[in-house]
C-alpha cells in the first residue's frame, strides 16, 4: 500500500544569503522526498521563505526600502539556491503569499473563538519620541559590567557575558532614536500554551523515540519547565493582519504564524495538484508519516509550538512524527551563522564545484548526531577520491569502453543481482530511519564493490580471450550502472538522471532494475570532472 509521505522543511528567514551550513541542515527533506517518491509512495515536501518580524523591518528601515522589497530579494535567491542544488519540493512557497495569509488568520480565529487565545495587558518598553512599543531587539543597553553598549535581544551582554537584571532592562534605550525607554501598559493576545501541557506531554512521550536525541532532550527540558503563554501579537506594521476586532495596528507574531506554512503550503500544492490535502493531515492515521528537518535551533516550534497551534484549532490534524533536528555545521571550525557571513555561501560552491558534489558531501559529512565542520580539503578529497574516482570512473570504464559503441548482448551474474537487491533493501531502512550518513557511505559500498567485481573479470583480458564472457561482464556491470542511477538519486539527482538518460531508463523505481542489450554508448560522457 503506498504511504503518505508529508515532509517540511524548516523556512529560511528571508534576512541573509543561505550557507553550506543550513543546506546541510535541510539536506535530510530532499534525500527523504526523493527516496519516497522513487519507491512509490505520495509524497508532499513542502517550504517557503519566511518574510515577516523585526529584522526585516529592520533591516528595511536601515536600507530604506520596504520590507517586502527586503523579503522579496531573499526570496528570489533562496528559489534559485534550492533550484540550483536540485530540491525537489512539490511547493517552495512564501509568508507573504495571500493564501497563506488568509489560511493563517482562519486558524488564529478560530483558536481565539475556542478561547485558546486571550487579551493580556502588561507593562512593556515604549518610546515616546517613536511612538511605538519596542521589541528587546530594539532596545540597546549600556552594559553595567563592560560600559559597551549592546542590543537587548539576549539575556545577556554579547560582549562580556553578563547576565541583565530587570532594574537594568528599565534603563534600556530606544535602538531607533537614542531615546531612554518607559514602561507602559499594552494590550496583546497570547496563546494559552500552559493549557496543552498533559496533551503535549503525552503526544510527546509517544512520539519520541522517532527523534533526533537533540530533540527528545531540548524538548523534554521545556515540558520540565512547564508551557508558559506567550503572546501572539505584536507592534509592528509588517505581518499578518489580526483577524480580532481593536488589533488593526498590531499584527500575529512571526513565531505562530510562520510554521502554519507547512500546513498551508501542503494545502494550496494539494489544490493545484486536484489532491485531498487531508491525505497527509488526517489524525492516527497510520499510513501518514510525517518529517519535519530543521537546525538544532528550531527544534521547539517544531516539537511543541505547532503541535498545540494544531491541538488548539480542535480540527484533528496529524501531529509530526518524525523530528529532524540537525546539529550544526561550522567551517574550518567557526559555527556557520547568517549574521556572522562566516560561512560558504551554497551559490557560490553550487557554481564552482557542481551540484552533486556539494548534496554528497553535505550528505556524508552531515551533523546529524553531531556538529560537523566543512573543510575544503576535506571536500574535494570526497570528490576527487571517491565520487570521481570510484562512481565516475565505474561509469566510465563500463559505458566507454575502448571499442565499444553499443551496449552488448550478455547475462546478468546472478550474485551481483542479489547485492543490488541487498544495497536497495539496506538504503532504504537507513534513509527511513534517518541514518543518511550511512545511507550514503552504504550506497558507496555498492561502487566498491562493483569496482572489485570488474577488476576480478579482468573485461581487458576477457576481450582478448573469450568474447561471451566480456559481453556478460559488460552488460552485468551496464546494469550495476543503471541501479546506482536508481539508488544514487537523493544523493545526487544530476548525474543519476544522466544515467538514465543513457540507458533508456525512463520510470526509474527503487527497486532491482533491468536493462535491454543493445544501448547505443557513443553518447556517454565522463559525469565528473577532478578538482585540481
Ligand atoms: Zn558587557
Ligand atoms: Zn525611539
Not at 521563505?49 to 526600502?65: F, L, M, N, Q, Y
Request: proline share 3%; glycine share 4%.
Amino acid at each position: 500500500m503506498k504511504r503518505n509521505i508529508f515532509i517540511g522543511g524548516a523556512w529560511p528567514y528571508a534576512n541573509n544569503s543561505l550557507h553550506a551550513g543550513h543546506l546541510a541542515g535541510l539536506m535530510a527533506g530532499d534525500v527523504l522526498a526523493r527516496y519516497y517518491r522513487l519507491n512509490g509512495d505520495n509524497v508532499c515536501y513542502v517550504s517557503g521563505t519566511d518574510c515577516h518580524g523585526t529584522p526585516i523591518t529592520e533591516r528595511a528601515h536601515e536600507e530604506k526600502v520596504n520590507p517586502r522589497e527586503i523579503s522579496n530579494k531573499y526570496h528570489a535567491e533562496f528559489t534559485q539556491t534550492f533550484k540550483d542544488l536540485a530540491f525537489s519540493y512539490d511547493l517552495y512557497t512564501k509568508t507573504d503569499d495571500e493564501f497563506h495569509e488568509t489560511e493563517v488568520k482562519r486558524i488564529f480565529k478560530k483558536i481565539y473563538d475556542r478561547g485558546f487565545i486571550y487579551e493580556k495587558t502588561e507593562p512593556q518598553p515604549y518610546c515616546e519620541q517613536c511612538e511605538k512599543f519596542l521589541a528587546d531587539r530594539e532596545l540597546s543597553i549600556i552594559c553595567p559590567s563592560c560600559q559597551t553598549e549592546v542590543k537587548l535581544d539576549e539575556d545577556s551582554c554579547s560582549k562580556c557575558s553578563y547576565i541583565f537584571t530587570l532594574k537594568d532592562i528599565e534603563n534600556a534605550k530606544c535602538h531607533i532614536c537614542g531615546k531612554q525607554s518607559v514602561l507602559k501598559n499594552n494590550k496583546n493576545l497570547y496563546l494559552a500554551m500552559s493549557k496543552f501541557q498533559s496533551e503535549i506531554t503525552e503526544f510527546v512521550n509517544a512520539r519520541k523515540a522517532n527523534w533526533r536525541v537533540n530533540a527528545q532532550n531540548e524538548t523534554g527540558k521545556f515540558l520540565k519547565q512547564g508551557l508558559i503563554d506567550r503572546a501572539a501579537t505584536r507592534d509592528l506594521d509588517w505581518g499578518v493582519e489580526v483577524p480580532v476586532a481593536g488589533y488593526e495596528k498590531k499584527r500575529i507574531y512571526v513565531w505562530i504564524e510562520a510554521v502554519l506554512g507547512y500546513l498551508t503550503a501542503c494545502k494550496k500544492i494539494c489544490a493545484e495538484k486536484g489532491i485531498d490535502w487531508h491525505d497527509f493531515w488526517r489524525k492516527n492515521d497510520a499510513n501518514i508519516i510525517s518529517y519535519y528537518v530543521h537546525g538544532k535551533d528550531n527544534i521547539p516550534f517544531h516539537s511543541i509550538i505547532f503541535p498545540v497551534i494544531l491541538m488548539a484549532t480542535g480540527e484533528e490534524y496529524h501531529l509530526p512524527d518524525y523530528i529532524v533536528s540537525s546539529e550544526f555545521m561550522t567551517f574550518n571550525s567557526v559555527k556557520m551563522s547568517k549574521s556572522l557571513g562566516n560561512g560558504i555561501l551554497a551559490k557560490n560552491i553550487v557554481k564552482d564545484f557542481g551540484t552533486d558534489s556539494f548534496r554528497y558531501y553535505l550528505v556524508k559529512n552531515g551533523p546529524e548526531k553531531k556538529d560537523t565542520d566543512f573543510s575544503m580539503e576535506d571536500f574535494k578529497a570526497t570528490h576527487n577520491n571517491e565520487i570521481n574516482n570510484k562512481l565516475g570512473n565505474f561509469v566510465n570504464r563500463t559505458l566507454k569502453f575502448k571499442g565499444i559503441t553499443e551496449l552488448p548482448n550478455g547475462t546478468m551474474n546472478l550474485d551481483v543481482k542479489s547485492e543490488i537487491e541487498k544495497a536497495y533493501k539496506e538504503i532504504a531502512v537507513l534513509i527511513e530511519h534517518l541514518d543518511l550518513r550511512e545511507a550514503a557511505t552504504r550506497a558507496m559500498a555498492l561502487v566498491d564493490y562493483a569496482n572489485r567485481f570488474y577488476d576480478e573479470q579482468k573485461p581487458w583480458i576477457q576481450a582478448k580471450e573469450d568474447i561471451n564472457a566480456f559481453n556478460d561482464t559488460i552488460f552485468t556491470c551496464a546494469t550495476i550502472v543503471a541501479n546506482l542511477g536508481v539508488i544514487f538519486d537523493p544523493f545526487m539527482p544530476i548525474a543519476t538522471a544522466k544515467i538514465r538518460e543513457y540507458l533508456n531508463i525512463t520510470k526509474p523505481k527503487w527497486e532491482f532494475t533491468e536493462i535491454r542489450s543493445r544501448i547505443d554508448l557513443i553518447k556517454v560522457m565522463p559525469l565528473f570532472t577532478k578538482i585540481q
